[in-house]
Nanobody, 116 residues
């Protein structure tokens, strides 16, 4: 069983930066793909960024150029650095782990509120 715990959310100012972290339990982390998703009020959950087990990355157009996803396999953590925050970045941010065989797990999420 995998548990994912997100941290780093809170109230942010537009134009500022945030760093979210997700800690994973278990032994599957290094061989799994990791992703950050977000869900704004009244909207569907959407991909923000993901990173493969080999380190390849992918970003949503809305955050490309101002976000960096990274992983530390020694610490079983994945992080998301986001700069130039906008009010439309307000959402609950979720961490997702996808194993090599396609089983996935979600964290409970962390709320990010960006005020203008």
């Amino acid at each position: 069983q995998v548990q994912l715990v997100e941290s780093g959310g809170g109230l942010m100012q537009a134009g500022g930066s945030l760093r979210l972290s997700c800690a994973a339990s278990g032994s599957m982390f290094s061989s799994s793909a990791m992703g950050w998703y977000r869900q704004a009020p009244g909207k569907q959950r959407e991909l923000v960024a993901n990173i493969g087990s080999g380190g390849s990355t992918n970003y949503a157009d809305s955050v490309k150029g101002r976000s960096t996803i990274s992983r530390d396999n020694a610490k079983n953590t994945v992080s998301l650095q986001m700069n130039s925050l906008k009010p439309e970045d307000t959402a609950v941010y979720y961490c997702k782990l996808v194993t090599r065989v396609g089983i996935y797990y979600w964290g409970k999420g962390t709320l990010v509120t960006v005020s203008s």
